[in-house]
């Protein structure tokens, strides 16, 4: 699915910066494509840019990673599946700017990282926030792997957007398609990056709509599309009349059909998009069965006695509300037109006037509409829903409805704009001022941008005990004659002396006259709005009389039943206010966001007549301002767009860099620098922070990026690669061996052939190096076929093999020869002795066969070992070279004509020695004699002719053991140790960690 990346950044970094920049622009001619490589960041030339790019259709321009979008209020040809395609897993800067490429970068990088994003959406109403939010989902659509049961998921979420617009959307003055909710959904990723499920999280409907409009304005789309499309038979179950004009919550605005929106169509798309989001048939009747009973309510109306009470008239269509709602004819009558007052324990009924009534009556029709519209979006949730408890990341994206003013404003703008406030706030946090706040902890120097922080507008509005929504808040409370003009009053008392604030009264004299008395006027960081007070306290009260809910309670629409139901738990409470509980949920929404990683669409509008191809410079000029993207470019431009730990970015790109990888063994922050050095990074295109580093431009870092997904793309064949290497080489190094061992051989062969023949021919001449070996092998073929014929007794002397004629002539001869050439039977004797004692034991007798006994002073019976043995001594196993001399009674350890040690026969109740090659004894002592110093540990090169002498002068051959692994010693009486044994490549003898003497043969 990934493109193919054509662009080389490793040898781009090193053609320079102006090759950078070169392959950047050229990708779209069309002005710059990044506000960032702007000449200068002024606002001329920021909106000239922008002009630029719009006269050619090019609604998407940088700052950064930002996206700055402009309404085009055409179809482009930009939005299909090939143009998908080109983006999925390209980086920002290989293609001109798109939606798509940050909706794709927002999630490869919440893979990588495994982590949560949300895109925020802003701009001000018809800017195309809803239009961005839906290419989004739809780019996601196509784009995330998929499966059969997950394109359901996928569905439900492409098609919960008809559903909700529908019921949550209407044609204000501003936009055909206004939102008149706040929308976070939340898209739910496995690890594998599919999309499985959604949350949608719904803000503060404006249900005054379901019964006032403004001129030019209509009612929610979907009274207009079930009256227009809605079929004969539905229609007339739900009693209602083919012509919104019949209507009076739909003909309020005068514009109930509009050229620009097709009802009837529409209406087929909510009928099917309400079946995919698994609302069933019976709840879809019970939904347009409340439709259609608010548009009844609409039209009931009400008669004034002659005492000017309200009567209610029995009319056509308060009979179809009546039975659309299943409830009580008589009750609702009394609850539309009298108030019920509890007094002690009597019930009083207070008429209503006609006002009053129709207040009664307007208000059970928004809490109907607004009810309802929370019970879809529940649905909607439950059917997008991931029950699977693995871990998910997700992507949140924010459409919520965008700054606005009217003509006159009300409570819903004094709402929806402090949202926006809201917004901008965490917008600031969590670019601007964060971006700075970070650079000084970091220790990177800062050109400080001015910037306007507008918090002092949200204390304004939300500050506890003192902010608007409080004031208001207390006014609604207050017991008493609190009316929308005393609200102001307290206002005007409490907000005096604040700059963003101005009433009539407060204002200069020029300011005065723009003011009506019943205004206020709050200067937001968008742009000055001035609200008019009336209806402040009963929207944000938004009371319905106890006894109309308890009957909707018992209304035999389902849907109704159970929203009324399930309204207040806590009927004794009073529900907290609108505005109140709006800040909380706006309070969350920012917990939420603050949580995950921010990536921004700022939407402009491109002109107020919604007319394709029209810049206005002045309204877009405005936008620029409020929306604070010059100060986000001056950020840009002046900081660095990108930052990571040492760490991090040490761990991601290390394999770019041979000295870094596997692993940079020295400080993070030295690797990062080696690394960069290697990539070519340029002294200006980087700084280093306390902990991070920190990349001006983003495209650097995406040319590394892509140096990395490069690397991983070769990764893998690499692997096999370096495997496959390894194994030809270790082959090859093998066959070396055996080859050279081989050679070697056969060296050895031919010389060994060759000295034989020597031998053979100079058998007959006195020992010299020539015949030497031959004779040796003489003798030990000799001895061998002796030692297999030997004669039945020692006494018989006849059957003696005779000896090869070079041995006879030998031991004849040469007197010298003697000694080293012992009379056969003596020998032999020896030798028998030693393979009885060794063979088949101690794996150097075989080497030994061969050699001669080297024994001197014979007849003396005293032995000298002909090389200077090794002495362990038993405290620490320190090598002393000793001599040793055995005579008839005892063996004496001496040093240099000192007696250091006696070993009587008598106490030698055994001689260890192990399996294996070493020449290691140990001579196992008695200790009961107190003059032994314990069990004595030695080293002797002739071991074999050694202790054979030994265990026939001092006849203790019996007590010769070989032993395996480990010879216990006694090193005094009572206190135990141990010399191990053991093979490796080189002849070692150390007191090992565990206190025993280790041999190594
Ligand atoms: N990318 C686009 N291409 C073509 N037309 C667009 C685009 N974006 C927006 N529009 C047009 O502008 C209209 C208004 O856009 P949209 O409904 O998304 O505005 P909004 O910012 O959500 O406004 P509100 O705050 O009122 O909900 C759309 O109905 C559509 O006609
Ligand atoms: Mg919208």
């Not at 439709?291 to 009400?302: E, Y």
């Not at 019920?340 to 009534?357: G, N, R, W």
């Not at 050095?677 to 306390?690: A, S, T």
């Amino acid at each position: 699915m990934h493109k193919q990346v054509c662009y080389t950044c490793l040898c781009y970094f090193g053609r320079g910066q102006l090759d950078m920049e070169g392959a950047l622009t050229a990708r779209d001619r069309v002005g710059i494509q990044d506000f960032v490589l702007l000449d200068e960041t002024t606002e001329a030339a920021f909106l000239s840019n922008l002009n630029k790019r719009f006269s050619k259709d090019l609604i998407y321009t940088y700052i950064g990673t930002l996206l700055v979008s402009v309404n085009p209020y055409k179809e482009l040809d930009v939005y299909n599946n090939k143009q998908m395609d080109l983006y999925m897993g390209v980086n920002f800067f290989e293609l001109p700017p798109h939606i798509y490429a940050l909706a794709d970068n927002a999630y490869h990088t919440m893979l990588a990282e495994f982590n949560n994003h949300f895109i925020l959406i802003s701009g001000e109403s018809g800017a195309g926030k809803t239009e961005a939010s839906k290419k989004i989902l739809q780019y996601y659509a196509v784009s995330c792997p998929s499966t059969a049961l997950l394109n359901t998921v996928r569905d439900k979420m492409l098609m919960s957007n008809p559903v909700l617009e529908a019921f949550g959307n209407a044609k204000t003055l501003k936009n055909d398609n206004s939102s008149r909710f706040g929308k976070y959904m939340d898209i739910q990723f496995d690890s594998e990056g599919e999309a499985v499920g959604g949350h949608i999280l719904n803000y503060l409907l404006e249900k005054s709509r379901v019964v006032h409009q403004n001129h030019g304005e209509r009612n929610f789309h979907i009274f207009y599309q079930l009256v227009q499309g809605g079929e004969e038979d539905l229609l007339h179950q739900l009693g209602l009349e083919r012509d919104c004009q019949h209507y009076n919550y739909l003909t309020q605005g005068e514009c109930a059909i509009v050229a620009s929106i097709n009802d009837k169509d529409e209406w087929k798309t909510v009928k099917n998009a309400l079946q995919v989001v698994n609302i069933d048939e019976i709840n879809t009747n019970h939904l347009f069965g409340i439709v259609a009973s608010v548009l009844h309510l609409g039209n009931v109306q009400f008669d004034s006695d002659s005492k000017g009470h309200s009567k209610k008239k029995l009319t056509k269509c308060f009979v179809f509300f009546l039975q659309l709602l299943g409830v009580d004819a008589h009750t609702l009558q009394e609850g539309l037109t009298y108030r019920k007052i509890e007094a002690q324990k009597d019930q009083v009924l207070s008429p209503f006037t006609i006002d009053h009534a129709i207040y009664a009556r307007d208000a059970l029709a928004k809490a109907m509409y607004g009810q309802t519209f929370t019970w879809l979006v529940n649905r909607i949730n439950e059917s997008m829903e991931n029950k699977d408890s693995s871990r998910k990341t997700v992507i949140g994206l924010l459409d919520i409805y965008g700054f606005e003013v009217f003509y006159v404003n009300s409570f819903e703008q004094f709402c929806i704009n402090y949202c926006n406030e809201k917004l901008q706030q965490l917008f600031i946090q969590l670019t601007l001022k964060s971006e700075q706040e970070e650079y000084e902890a970091e220790d990177i120097e800062w050109e400080p941008v001015q910037f306007f922080n507008n918090k002092i507008i949200c204390d304004l509005v939300e500050e506890k005990h003192r902010g608007i929504i409080s004031i208001l808040d207390e006014e609604c409370l207050r017991p008493g004659d609190a009316t929308d003009l005393t609200f102001l009053e307290r206002l005007e008392d409490k907000m005096g002396n604040h700059p963003h604030f101005v009433t009539h009264k407060l204002a200069d004299k020029m300011t005065r006259k723009t003011l009506e008395r019943g205004d206020f006027r709050l200067l937001h960081y968008a742009g000055e709005v001035t609200y008019c007070v009336v209806g402040f306290l009963d929207k944000n009260n938004d009371l319905l009389y106890r006894n109309i809910k308890d009957l909707m309670c018992q209304s035999k629409n389902a849907i109704v039943r159970e929203c009324f139901s399930t309204m207040d738990p806590d009927n004794r409470r009073r529900p907290e206010t609108v505005a109140t509980q709006f800040k909380s949920s706006l309070l969350k929404l920012t917990e939420i966001l603050m949580a995950k990683e921010a990536w921004y669409i700022r939407c402009l509008k491109s002109n107020e007549s919604k007319q394709p191809g029209q810049f206005d410079e002045a309204l877009i000029r405005h936008q620029v301002k409020y929306l604070g993207l010059m100060e986000h470019l001056r950020v840009r431009r002046a900081g660095f767009a990108y930052r990571r730990k040492y760490e991090d970015f040490l761990k991601r790109y290390k394999p770019l860099c041979p000295a870094t990888w596997p692993h940079w063994r020295g400080v993070p922050a030295d690797g990062v620098e080696v690394l960069i050095q290697h990539l070519g990074y340029l002294p200006n295109e980087y700084k280093m922070g306390r902990t991070k580093i920190f990349i001006r431009h983003p495209r650097t870092l995406y040319a590394t990026e892509d140096a990395y997904e490069r690397f991983k793309k070769n990764y893998t064949p690499s692997i096999i690669f370096y495997f496959s290497s390894s194994a030809t080489k270790i082959e090859t190094c093998w066959r070396g061996v055996q080859a050279r061992k081989e050679r070697e051989k056969r060296a050895w062969a031919v010389k060994v052939i060759k000295q034989f023949i020597k031998g053979y021919m100079t058998r007959g001449q006195a020992k010299i190096t020539d015949n030497s070996e031959y004779l040796a092998f003489v003798r030990q073929n000799y001895l061998n076929r002796l030692k297999d014929n030997l004669p039945k007794t020692v006494l018989d002397k006849t059957t003696w093999l005779s000896p090869p004629s070079v041995l006879t002539e030998k031991s004849t001869g040469n007197s010298h020869n003697k000694t080293c050439c012992m009379r056969p039977d003596r020998h032999l004797q020896m030798k028998l002795i030693t393979s009885s004692l060794f063979k088949g034991k101690k794996d150097s007798y075989p080497q030994s066969v061969a050699q001669p006994f080297m024994i001197r002073n014979e007849h003396i019976k005293v032995i000298k070992c002909r090389h200077t043995p090794i002495k362990y001594n038993r405290n620490g196993f320190k090598p002393r070279p000793r001599q040793l001399i055995l005579t008839q009674a005892a063996a004496y350890v001496i040093d240099e004509a000192k007696i250091k040690q006696r070993v009587l026969y008598a106490f030698l109740k055994g001689i260890s020695v192990s399996n294996l090659t070493d020449g290691m004894v140990v001579f196992h002592i008695t200790c009961e004699d107190p003059k032994q110093k314990g069990d004595l540990v030695m080293q002797c090169d002739h071991l074999f002719e050694f202790l054979t002498k030994l265990g026939v002068i001092a006849n203790k051959q019996n007590v010769i053991k070989v032993v395996q692994g480990s010879i216990k010693i006694e090193i005094q009486a009572g206190k135990e140790s141990a010399v191990d044994f053991g093979t490796g490549q080189e002849p070692m003898v150390y007191k090992a960690k565990n206190g025993h003497l280790m041999v190594v043969s």
